[in-house]
């Protein structure tokens, strides 16, 4: 879809300076733009490829003076980052904005959904599934029995959210997220053979929640796994049954959070963290990547390692690990010596 300077100009509250009928239909780094794409400038470094941008259009600051001859039509604004971060937002509206039911899918007599809904093809919805408003579903997605989804949810392709789920409104789940599978429950026998303990809990996910791709969040044995509102997952994160993530929580990629375990509002959690089951992490901590979570933490602690401690302590203990083989060697002479002298 093509845009021209003064449709984006309308978008942004923005002034033109140059050709109002530019017409661009793609996004570009200012360093790597073509013709037929916008860019923008908004870090002064890189000021001097305004003057060599192939980009047709430009936005930029509204205080912005050429020095030299341009080929590109600005569109001057008041922040440009700002305005370039809300055309990124209306173009992936532009985007996803698909509605109606493709075919073949799969709709339960008993489903209903609200209005604008898009389901794409190869999807799947069970009996009792209750849909809000704006609701895109990508192809190849999996909606269980008696699951609720609420307003303005975005679940992209691949996606499987088992029965009886709740999704709350303004989430949205990336392709390969699964939602409500059983959580690792086995209770092993005299002789070592493991049963299963049945889930029959659920996941609740309230509002304004983003998962990213290929993440798990597991069924709450009994009760519910939560997520709270504002919580933001990256890709490739296991979330284990009975586990709640307090408000406005963000985890990287590849982290593990055990049964059972709570964490607290506005925490910010590295990639690649392990957290141990049954334990409680309040709120605003910081843990920094691969570390081990083992213990109960305090609000605002900043830690780290495996096991994780301070982090101030693991920065000067660092130090001495990477000296460890040069204090052997001293110690060892010592020894000598001592030996030697005695």
């Not at 691949?158 to 789940?173: F, H, M, R």
């Amino acid at each position: 879809m093509k845009f021209t300077a003064t449709q984006i100009a309308g978008i942004l509250d923005g002034e033109i300076e140059g050709n109002p009928q530019a017409e661009v239909d793609r996004l570009a780094k200012i360093e790597e733009g073509t013709a037929g794409s916008i860019t923008f400038l908004a870090n002064p470094k890189y000021t001097s490829f305004i003057y060599s941008t192939k980009a047709t259009i430009t936005i930029v600051s509204d205080n912005f003076k050429a020095e030299d001859g341009l080929s590109t039509t600005l569109i001057k604004v008041k922040d440009p980052y700002t305005a370039f971060s809300k055309l990124l937002e209306y173009y992936n509206q532009v985007k996803l904005n698909k509605s109606g039911v493709e075919q073949p899918s799969f709709i339960s007599d008993s489903a209903t959904y609200g209005e604008n809904f898009y389901l794409g093809a190869f999807s799947y919805l069970g009996e009792q599934v209750r849909i809000g408003n704006n609701v895109k579903i990508f192809p190849n997605t999996y909606i269980g029995d008696n699951v609720q989804i609420g307003n303005d949810v975005t679940i992209y392709p691949g996606a499987k959210i088992y029965s009886e789920t709740i999704v709350g409104d303004n989430c949205v789940l990336h392709g390969g997220v699964i939602i409500g599978a059983d959580g690792f429950g086995f209770s092993p026998n005299q002789e070592g053979v493991y049963s299963k303990v049945p889930q029959i809990g659920n996941v609740i996910i309230e509002d304004n929640v983003d998962i990213g791709a290929g993440t798990t969040i597991d069924r709450a044995t009994l009760g519910s796994t939560i997520i709270r509102k504002g919580v933001k997952l990256d890709n490739q994160i296991q979330i284990a049954h009975n586990v709640e993530i307090g408000e406005n929580t963000a985890i990287a990629a590849q982290t593990g959070v055990a049964g059972s375990s709570k964490i607290g509002k506005n925490c910010l959690i590295g990639g690649q963290v392990g957290i141990a089951g049954h334990i409680h992490i309040g709120d605003r901590v910081k843990v920094q990547a691969q570390s081990g979570i083992g213990r109960n933490i305090k609000d605002d602690e900043v830690i780290q390692g495996s096991p994780a401690f301070g982090y101030n302590e693991w920065n000067k203990a660092y130090v001495h690990f990477r000296k460890l083989p040069k204090i052997e060697d001293r110690l060892t002479q010592l020894e000598k010596k001592l030996k030697d002298n005695g």
